[in-house]
Protein backbone atom coordinates (compact mmCIF):
# COMPACT_ATOMS: atom_id res chain seq x y z
CA UNK A 1 0.00 0.00 0.00
CA UNK A 2 1.33 3.66 -0.55
CA UNK A 3 1.08 6.72 1.01
CA UNK A 4 3.31 8.78 -1.69
CA UNK A 5 6.55 7.96 -1.08
CA UNK A 6 5.78 5.45 1.87
CA UNK A 7 5.00 1.81 0.35
CA UNK A 8 4.56 -0.78 2.59
CA UNK A 9 2.78 -4.14 1.98
CA UNK A 10 0.17 -4.91 4.20
CA UNK A 11 0.79 -2.32 6.52
CA UNK A 12 -0.20 -2.81 9.99
CA UNK A 13 -1.16 0.93 11.81
CA UNK A 14 -1.30 2.02 15.41
CA UNK A 15 -4.91 4.05 15.75
CA UNK A 16 -4.95 7.37 16.61
CA UNK A 17 -6.03 7.47 20.51
CA UNK A 18 -6.34 10.50 22.78
CA UNK A 19 -3.96 10.52 25.54
CA UNK A 20 -2.69 7.53 24.67
CA UNK A 21 -0.90 7.10 21.32
CA UNK A 22 1.82 9.62 22.37
CA UNK A 23 5.42 9.41 21.74
CA UNK A 24 6.15 7.05 24.65
CA UNK A 25 3.38 4.37 23.10
CA UNK A 26 3.94 5.33 19.66
CA UNK A 27 7.75 3.84 19.80
CA UNK A 28 6.97 0.52 22.01
CA UNK A 29 4.26 -0.08 19.32
CA UNK A 30 6.75 0.50 16.73
CA UNK A 31 9.32 -1.77 18.02
CA UNK A 32 6.76 -4.40 18.07
CA UNK A 33 6.03 -3.83 14.84
CA UNK A 34 3.84 -1.03 13.97
CA UNK A 35 4.57 -0.25 10.25
CA UNK A 36 2.09 3.36 10.33
CA UNK A 37 1.78 5.05 13.35
CA UNK A 38 -0.49 8.10 13.82
CA UNK A 39 -1.15 11.01 16.32
CA UNK A 40 -4.26 11.66 18.77
CA UNK A 41 -6.18 14.20 16.80
CA UNK A 42 -5.31 17.68 17.00
CA UNK A 43 -8.32 20.40 16.94
CA UNK A 44 -7.33 23.02 13.88
CA UNK A 45 -8.76 25.75 15.76
CA UNK A 46 -6.15 25.27 18.78
CA UNK A 47 -3.19 24.82 16.08
CA UNK A 48 -4.66 28.06 14.24
CA UNK A 49 -4.27 29.62 17.62
CA UNK A 50 -1.07 28.00 18.63
CA UNK A 51 -2.23 27.11 21.82
CA UNK A 52 0.21 24.99 23.93
CA UNK A 53 -1.26 21.84 24.50
CA UNK A 54 -2.11 20.88 21.54
CA UNK A 55 1.12 21.71 19.96
CA UNK A 56 2.57 19.36 22.06
CA UNK A 57 -0.04 16.72 20.38
CA UNK A 58 2.12 17.33 17.22
CA UNK A 59 5.12 16.85 18.01
CA UNK A 60 7.14 13.94 16.52
CA UNK A 61 10.27 12.34 16.23
CA UNK A 62 12.62 10.73 14.09
CA UNK A 63 12.26 7.35 15.11
CA UNK A 64 8.19 7.36 14.28
CA UNK A 65 8.44 7.83 11.13
CA UNK A 66 6.28 7.22 8.95
CA UNK A 67 4.06 8.73 10.90
CA UNK A 68 0.75 10.95 10.06
CA UNK A 69 -0.42 14.03 12.53
CA UNK A 70 -3.98 13.92 12.64
CA UNK A 71 -6.68 16.78 12.51
CA UNK A 72 -9.86 17.68 13.08
CA UNK A 73 -12.36 20.11 12.83
CA UNK A 74 -14.46 22.15 9.98
CA UNK A 75 -13.51 25.76 9.86
CA UNK A 76 -12.10 25.45 6.27
CA UNK A 77 -9.31 28.15 6.63
CA UNK A 78 -8.21 26.74 9.72
CA UNK A 79 -7.99 23.66 8.60
CA UNK A 80 -5.63 25.20 5.42
CA UNK A 81 -3.57 26.55 7.96
CA UNK A 82 -3.05 23.72 10.12
CA UNK A 83 -2.82 21.62 7.63
CA UNK A 84 1.10 23.96 6.79
CA UNK A 85 1.43 24.02 10.77
CA UNK A 86 1.37 20.19 10.67
CA UNK A 87 3.59 19.98 7.82
CA UNK A 88 5.94 22.46 9.09
CA UNK A 89 5.49 20.17 12.39
CA UNK A 90 7.12 17.26 9.85
CA UNK A 91 4.14 14.97 9.43
CA UNK A 92 4.68 12.24 6.71
CA UNK A 93 1.63 12.49 5.73
CA UNK A 94 -1.92 14.11 7.25
CA UNK A 95 -4.53 12.39 8.20
CA UNK A 96 -8.40 14.11 8.66
CA UNK A 97 -10.47 12.97 11.60
CA UNK A 98 -14.24 12.85 10.17
CA UNK A 99 -14.90 9.50 12.83
CA UNK A 100 -14.76 11.02 16.26
CA UNK A 101 -18.69 9.98 17.84
CA UNK A 102 -18.46 11.72 21.19
CA UNK A 103 -21.29 14.60 21.41
CA UNK A 104 -19.44 17.93 21.86
CA UNK A 105 -17.54 17.08 18.76
CA UNK A 106 -19.53 15.50 16.23
CA UNK A 107 -22.73 17.57 17.20
CA UNK A 108 -21.41 20.91 16.44
CA UNK A 109 -20.44 19.31 12.94
CA UNK A 110 -16.59 18.10 13.36
CA UNK A 111 -15.48 14.77 13.61
CA UNK A 112 -18.59 12.00 12.40
CA UNK A 113 -20.78 15.13 12.28
CA UNK A 114 -19.27 15.37 8.53
CA UNK A 115 -21.20 12.04 7.69
CA UNK A 116 -24.41 14.32 7.83
CA UNK A 117 -23.16 16.73 5.43
CA UNK A 118 -21.55 15.11 2.57
CA UNK A 119 -20.57 18.49 1.10
CA UNK A 120 -18.81 19.92 4.34
CA UNK A 121 -17.17 16.39 4.61
CA UNK A 122 -15.48 17.48 0.70
CA UNK A 123 -14.94 21.29 1.55
CA UNK A 124 -13.17 20.02 4.72
CA UNK A 125 -10.90 17.62 3.02
CA UNK A 126 -10.23 20.21 -0.26
CA UNK A 127 -9.25 22.50 2.54
CA UNK A 128 -6.61 20.18 4.30
CA UNK A 129 -5.11 19.31 0.77
CA UNK A 130 -5.02 23.31 -0.18
CA UNK A 131 -3.14 23.39 2.78
CA UNK A 132 -0.22 21.24 2.15
CA UNK A 133 2.11 19.36 -0.27
CA UNK A 134 2.10 15.82 1.73
CA UNK A 135 0.05 13.43 0.87
CA UNK A 136 -3.67 13.07 2.97
CA UNK A 137 -5.77 10.47 4.41
CA UNK A 138 -8.84 10.50 6.05
CA UNK A 139 -10.25 7.58 8.94
CA UNK A 140 -14.22 7.88 9.49
CA UNK A 141 -16.87 5.61 10.34
CA UNK A 142 -19.76 3.57 8.12
CA UNK A 143 -22.19 6.54 8.52
CA UNK A 144 -24.00 8.47 11.05
CA UNK A 145 -26.80 5.80 11.77
CA UNK A 146 -28.47 2.57 10.31
CA UNK A 147 -30.27 4.87 8.14
CA UNK A 148 -27.57 6.65 6.32
CA UNK A 149 -24.59 4.31 5.41
CA UNK A 150 -22.78 6.95 3.37
CA UNK A 151 -18.79 5.11 3.21
CA UNK A 152 -19.86 3.77 -0.27
CA UNK A 153 -20.68 7.27 -1.80
CA UNK A 154 -17.42 8.55 0.68
CA UNK A 155 -15.02 6.79 -0.74
CA UNK A 156 -15.95 7.49 -4.18
CA UNK A 157 -15.68 11.02 -3.35
CA UNK A 158 -12.21 10.98 -1.83
CA UNK A 159 -10.81 8.89 -4.57
CA UNK A 160 -12.00 11.54 -6.53
CA UNK A 161 -10.26 14.01 -4.50
CA UNK A 162 -7.22 12.70 -4.61
CA UNK A 163 -7.00 11.24 -1.21
CA UNK A 164 -4.12 8.47 -0.50
CA UNK A 165 -6.08 6.32 1.97
CA UNK A 166 -9.01 5.47 3.91
CA UNK A 167 -9.57 4.25 7.06
CA UNK A 168 -13.29 2.95 7.61
CA UNK A 169 -14.17 1.97 11.68
CA UNK A 170 -16.74 -0.02 10.71
CA UNK A 171 -19.46 1.30 13.13
CA UNK A 172 -21.55 4.25 12.43
CA UNK A 173 -21.58 7.70 14.89
CA UNK A 174 -24.56 6.70 16.95
CA UNK A 175 -23.25 3.36 17.37
CA UNK A 176 -19.96 4.50 19.40
CA UNK A 177 -18.61 1.65 20.42
CA UNK A 178 -21.32 -0.57 20.88
CA UNK A 179 -22.15 -3.66 18.73
CA UNK A 180 -19.56 -5.39 16.56
CA UNK A 181 -17.65 -3.82 14.00
CA UNK A 182 -19.28 -4.80 10.67
CA UNK A 183 -16.58 -5.79 8.36
CA UNK A 184 -19.01 -6.55 5.50
CA UNK A 185 -19.00 -3.30 4.73
CA UNK A 186 -15.18 -3.31 3.44
CA UNK A 187 -15.39 -5.39 0.45
CA UNK A 188 -18.32 -3.34 -0.38
CA UNK A 189 -15.94 -0.67 -0.49
CA UNK A 190 -13.53 -2.43 -2.26
CA UNK A 191 -15.94 -2.66 -4.81
CA UNK A 192 -16.67 0.62 -5.75
CA UNK A 193 -13.46 2.82 -5.07
CA UNK A 194 -9.90 2.15 -5.87
CA UNK A 195 -8.99 4.01 -3.14
CA UNK A 196 -6.33 2.13 -0.33
CA UNK A 197 -8.43 1.05 2.43
CA UNK A 198 -7.37 0.57 5.88
CA UNK A 199 -9.74 -1.74 7.93
CA UNK A 200 -10.17 -0.59 11.69
CA UNK A 201 -12.82 -1.81 14.70
CA UNK A 202 -12.39 -4.68 16.92
CA UNK A 203 -9.09 -5.96 15.21
CA UNK A 204 -7.79 -7.48 17.97
CA UNK A 205 -6.07 -10.68 17.00
CA UNK A 206 -3.59 -12.01 14.61
CA UNK A 207 -6.83 -14.46 12.33
CA UNK A 208 -8.86 -10.75 12.46
CA UNK A 209 -6.62 -8.79 10.83
CA UNK A 210 -6.19 -11.99 8.19
CA UNK A 211 -9.97 -11.88 8.20
CA UNK A 212 -10.30 -8.69 6.40
CA UNK A 213 -6.64 -8.91 4.39
CA UNK A 214 -8.41 -11.75 3.03
CA UNK A 215 -11.77 -9.46 2.27
CA UNK A 216 -9.10 -7.21 0.22
CA UNK A 217 -8.01 -4.52 2.44
CA UNK A 218 -4.91 -2.93 2.06
CA UNK A 219 -3.79 -2.62 5.65
CA UNK A 220 -5.30 -2.91 9.33
CA UNK A 221 -5.68 -0.81 12.40
CA UNK A 222 -5.44 -1.33 15.68
CA UNK A 223 -6.37 0.55 18.90
CA UNK A 224 -7.59 -1.17 21.47
CA UNK A 225 -6.27 -4.37 20.98
CA UNK A 226 -2.63 -2.66 20.90
CA UNK A 227 -3.70 -1.30 25.04
CA UNK A 228 -4.38 -4.58 26.13
CA UNK A 229 -0.92 -5.66 23.73
CA UNK A 230 1.24 -3.77 22.14
CA UNK A 231 2.84 -6.96 21.15
CA UNK A 232 -0.26 -7.56 18.90
CA UNK A 233 1.46 -6.17 16.00
CA UNK A 234 4.88 -8.67 16.25
CA UNK A 235 1.91 -11.20 16.60
CA UNK A 236 0.08 -10.45 13.51
CA UNK A 237 2.93 -10.17 11.13
CA UNK A 238 4.43 -13.59 12.39
CA UNK A 239 1.18 -15.05 12.07
CA UNK A 240 0.82 -13.30 8.81
CA UNK A 241 4.01 -15.04 6.99
CA UNK A 242 4.13 -18.55 8.69
CA UNK A 243 0.46 -19.09 10.09
CA UNK A 244 1.91 -20.01 13.13
CA UNK A 245 1.44 -17.99 16.53
CA UNK A 246 4.40 -16.81 18.77
CA UNK A 247 3.84 -17.87 22.53
CA UNK A 248 1.45 -15.04 24.03
CA UNK A 249 3.86 -12.85 26.05
CA UNK A 250 4.24 -13.76 30.10
CA UNK A 251 3.34 -11.93 33.37
CA UNK A 252 6.96 -10.99 33.86
CA UNK A 253 6.82 -9.77 30.30
CA UNK A 254 3.77 -7.62 30.71
CA UNK A 255 5.40 -6.41 34.10
CA UNK A 256 8.68 -5.54 32.71
CA UNK A 257 6.64 -3.59 29.40
CA UNK A 258 4.48 -1.80 31.61
CA UNK A 259 7.54 -0.75 33.84
CA UNK A 260 9.42 0.41 30.88
CA UNK A 261 6.58 2.61 29.45
CA UNK A 262 5.53 4.42 32.61
CA UNK A 263 9.70 4.78 32.63
CA UNK A 264 9.14 6.58 28.87
CA UNK A 265 6.04 8.43 29.76
CA UNK A 266 7.82 9.75 32.56
CA UNK A 267 10.98 11.01 30.91
CA UNK A 268 8.75 12.28 27.95
CA UNK A 269 6.18 14.71 30.79
CA UNK A 270 7.64 14.43 34.04
CA UNK A 271 7.20 12.82 37.57
CA UNK A 272 4.43 15.44 38.58
CA UNK A 273 2.24 14.58 34.80
CA UNK A 274 3.48 11.76 34.18
CA UNK A 275 2.59 9.23 36.50
CA UNK A 276 -1.16 10.29 36.68
CA UNK A 277 -1.99 10.35 33.16
CA UNK A 278 -0.38 6.55 32.88
CA UNK A 279 -2.66 5.17 35.33
CA UNK A 280 -5.30 4.65 32.19
CA UNK A 281 -2.82 2.12 31.15
CA UNK A 282 -2.66 -0.18 34.01
CA UNK A 283 -5.69 -2.00 33.34
CA UNK A 284 -4.26 -2.56 29.67
CA UNK A 285 -1.28 -4.65 31.03
CA UNK A 286 -3.09 -6.65 34.16
CA UNK A 287 -6.13 -7.49 31.58
CA UNK A 288 -6.79 -11.27 32.22
CA UNK A 289 -4.54 -11.58 35.16
CA UNK A 290 -6.06 -12.74 38.64
CA UNK A 291 -6.36 -11.29 41.80
CA UNK A 292 -5.45 -7.72 41.00
CA UNK A 293 -7.49 -5.28 42.90
CA UNK A 294 -5.40 -4.20 45.52
CA UNK A 295 -2.47 -3.81 42.85
CA UNK A 296 -4.96 -1.80 41.11
CA UNK A 297 -5.82 0.40 43.92
CA UNK A 298 -2.26 0.38 44.84
CA UNK A 299 -1.10 1.76 41.67
CA UNK A 300 -3.88 4.75 41.61
CA UNK A 301 -2.53 6.16 44.47
CA UNK A 302 1.12 6.45 43.95
CA UNK A 303 2.79 9.70 42.64
CA UNK A 304 5.98 8.45 42.49
CA UNK A 305 7.53 6.44 40.00
CA UNK A 306 9.89 4.24 42.45
CA UNK A 307 6.98 3.08 44.19
CA UNK A 308 5.29 1.71 41.77
CA UNK A 309 7.98 -0.28 40.36
CA UNK A 310 8.54 -1.78 43.70
CA UNK A 311 4.85 -2.88 43.97
CA UNK A 312 5.10 -3.99 40.89
CA UNK A 313 8.13 -6.83 41.16
CA UNK A 314 6.36 -7.37 44.53
CA UNK A 315 3.06 -8.47 43.01
CA UNK A 316 4.91 -10.74 40.69
CA UNK A 317 6.90 -12.10 42.79
CA UNK A 318 3.93 -13.38 45.19
CA UNK A 319 2.52 -14.24 41.65
CA UNK A 320 5.13 -16.20 41.41
CA UNK A 321 5.04 -17.97 44.60
CA UNK A 322 1.68 -18.92 44.29
CA UNK A 323 1.78 -20.75 40.92
CA UNK A 324 5.08 -22.39 42.69
CA UNK A 325 2.76 -23.57 45.77
C1 LIG B 1 -8.85 6.12 24.23
C2 LIG B 1 -9.21 6.30 22.77
C3 LIG B 1 -8.94 7.49 22.14
C4 LIG B 1 -9.24 7.67 20.78
N1 LIG B 1 -8.86 8.83 20.15
C5 LIG B 1 -9.00 8.93 18.79
C6 LIG B 1 -8.43 10.01 18.08
O1 LIG B 1 -7.79 10.92 18.63
N2 LIG B 1 -8.61 10.03 16.72
C7 LIG B 1 -9.30 9.04 16.06
O2 LIG B 1 -9.41 9.09 14.83
N3 LIG B 1 -9.82 8.01 16.71
C8 LIG B 1 -9.66 7.90 18.05
N4 LIG B 1 -10.11 6.79 18.69
C9 LIG B 1 -10.75 5.71 17.90
C10 LIG B 1 -9.70 4.67 17.46
O3 LIG B 1 -8.73 5.25 16.62
C11 LIG B 1 -10.36 3.49 16.71
O4 LIG B 1 -11.00 3.98 15.56
C12 LIG B 1 -11.39 2.77 17.56
O5 LIG B 1 -10.92 2.55 18.88
C13 LIG B 1 -11.77 1.41 16.93
O6 LIG B 1 -10.64 0.59 16.79
P1 LIG B 1 -10.31 -0.61 17.83
O7 LIG B 1 -11.52 -1.51 17.88
O8 LIG B 1 -9.09 -1.28 17.26
O9 LIG B 1 -10.07 0.03 19.17
C14 LIG B 1 -9.86 6.62 20.05
C15 LIG B 1 -10.14 5.42 20.70
C16 LIG B 1 -9.82 5.24 22.03
C17 LIG B 1 -10.11 3.91 22.69
Given at each position: ?????I??????C?A????VS?T????????Q??D??F??????????R?????MG??????G????????Y?????????A???????????????C??W???????????????????F????ES?????????????R??W??NS??????A?????????????H???R?Q??TG??????L???K??????LI?????A??????T???M????????R?A?????????T?????T????P??????????????L???????????????F???????????????????D?????E?????????????????????
Amino acid sequence: MKIGPIDIHQPLCLAPMEDVSDTPFRRICKEQGADLLFTEFANCEALVRNVKQTMGKIQVHDGERPIAIQLYGSGEESLEQAAGIVQEAGADWIDINCGCWVKKIATRGDGAGLLRDLNKFQAVVESVIRGTDLPVTVKTRLGWDDNSFVILEVAQMLEALGVAALTVHCRTRKQGYTGKADWSWLPRIKEVSAIPLIANGDIATPEDAKTVFDMGCDGVMIGRGAIHSPWIFRYTRHFLDTGEHLPEPTLKDRINMCIRHLTDSVEFRGERRGVPSFRRHYAGYLKGVRNIANLRKDLMQFLEVAPIIERLHRFLEEYDADEAA
